[in-house]
């Protein structure tokens, strides 16, 4: 479970996240909307540390990221990221990449983590490129294999940063078809994404975020139809 | 006036040993710079203003001192305050190490800057720790950017590294220079130590063009 309460983020001057709270449950997908620059990104980044929150705290199954001594790398084990440009390690293959993090962190063996990393190729579709390096491959596949790279350190929670802001186009479906598999499995997902019907179709909720401030946070089907705020419906105006 | 090169054939097997001598200072002071250069390197890119002033002081020692001043403090001005002697070569050594490693390190430390922001994100994201993350993934990836000023650098450490015959070492400079006084000539040997270089130069150039192709083909489709 994830239990954000009460965060705070300021960049020198710029406050982007305001007092957000917000609690994800085991197994739970949920969505984070808003318009850009509101802090969905900065608020899935301050949940595996990859910003500090100034203020406020934020529990992964009730360890508290945000204090002073907290163990770091025991945190990103259990919560893996998907970024918007992919960023694999582009001297590494395919294999290598996904391999790299269970041996070195996980200290799984060498061996193991090959086969065990040849099957999710195999499940996000791409077991032919196991040899192939990252500059060979189209976005949607190189998102496809971050996504199996994440999967190999078996998290329990997954963060989705505009997993496919980033793609042309036609290679949307093949990322969110993965992403949608995924959902159901057990695996906790935070999802920062553009693709309304997307969201509607996979999360559980949606957490509409503007300025830096939670405005709603409720089930799709009631977010979609019957938004509270009036910035959720000028928002939704606008994108659907 | 006449050339005589014939007579330098006598002195080539002393030219040859002198190469030796040259080579392993040279190949000694830029291994040992590229070492301290990469704990350098990180200091300069510390979180922490304190630490990262460190690094720059030793840099600005380093480029504001000329090199045969720093040469002459570490071969006769050293033992006096330890008192411990060196021999010219571990002298030379190290003088052009920490010399070389104060430029290396920058030019590393502008490689490690010019690796994508996201490489990192993504290594932290997967709970690599720190040391991994730069030896396995940074690293090499800076060293593409870093590798043609390392081949400077290692060009220049080679011709520096004449200096050290001021402190009595027999390198290809001295060694001619002791022709000269053997046979009353100055140009043929000069000529032949400026020979020597310039090959060794070129060889070095044309082996870090291959050691350039080599790091960067995994860009290669």
Redesign the interface.
């Known amino acids: 479970m994830i239990s954000v309460e009460h965060v705070y983020k300021s960049f020198k001057s710029l406050e982007v996240l305001q007092d957000v709270s917000l609690t994800i449950q085991d197994g739970e997908v949920v969505a984070i909307i808003g318009p850009s620059g509101s802090g969905k990104s900065t608020l899935l980044r301050c949940i595996n540390l990859l910003e500090r929150p100034t203020s406020g705290h934020i529990y992964v199954d009730g360890v508290d990221v945000a204090a002073p001594k907290v163990n770091i790398q025991q945190i990103r084990q259990k919560v893996g990221m998907v970024f918007q440009h992919f960023n694999l390690f582009p001297h590494m293959t395919v294999l290598q990449n996904m391999t790299y993090a269970p041996v070195k962190v996980l200290h799984m063996d060498a061996k193991q983590a090959q086969e065990k990393c040849l099957a999710l190729l195999e499940r996000v579709g791409l077991a032919d490129k196991a040899a192939s390096y990252p500059a060979t491959l189209s976005g949607g596949q190189k998102q496809r294999v971050a996504i199996a790279r994440t999967l190999a350190m078996d998290p329990k929670v997954i963060l989705f940063d505009e997993p496919t802001s980033a793609l042309d186009p036609e290679m949307v479906k093949e990322v969110l078809t993965v992403i949608k598999d995924l959902a159901g499995t057990g695996i906790t997902m935070a999802l920062v994404t553009h693709e309304m019907g997307f969201a509607r179709e996979v999360a559980d909720r949606i957490c509409f975020l503007d300025e830096g401030r939670l405005v709603e946070d409720a089930p799709p089907e009631i977010f979609f139809s019957t938004p509270k705020s009036d910035r959720a419906r000028e928002f939704l105006d606008k994108v659907l | 006036m006449q050339l005589d090169f014939g007579m330098m054939t006598k002195y080539m097997p002393y030219f040859f040993r002198s190469l030796v001598v040259t080579l392993q200072l040279t190949a000694a002071s830029l291994l040992l710079g590229i070492i301290i250069a990469i704990p350098l390197s990180l200091i300069k890119l510390s979180r922490f203003r304190a630490v990262r002033a460190v690094g720059s002081f030793y840099t600005s020692i380093f480029r504001g001192v000329p090199l045969l001043v720093q040469v002459f403090v570490v071969y006769f001005g050293l033992p006096q305050l330890i008192g411990l002697t060196f021999t010219s070569f571990q002298a030379g050594c190290i003088t052009f190490a920490f010399n070389s490693a104060a430029y290396i390190s920058e030019s590393l430390r502008g490689g490690i800057m010019a690796v ?1 922001v ?2 990192r ?2 290594a ?6 720190y040391g ?1 993350m730069m030896k ?2 940074i690293f ?2 800076a060293i593409k950017s870093v590798m043609p000023s390392l081949v400077n650098e290692f060009i220049g450490l080679l011709k520096n590294t004449t200096l050290i015959s001021t402190v009595g070492l027999v390198d290809v400079l001295r060694a001619s220079q002791m022709v000269v006084s053997d046979t009353y000539r100055a140009f043929e040997p000069y000529i032949t130590a400026a020979a020597f270089y310039y090959v060794l130069v070129m060889f070095i150039s044309f082996l870090g063009k291959q050691l350039e192709r080599w790091v960067n083909k ?4």
């Not at chain 2, 932290?124 to 720790?129: K, Y």
């Not at chain 2, 995994?218 to 489709?221: A, H, N």
Request: a negative charge; glycine letters at 4%.
């Open positions: 994508d996201g490489q994100e993504a932290m994201a997967l709970a690599v720790p991994s396995d993934i090499p990836q995994s860009d290669q489709r």
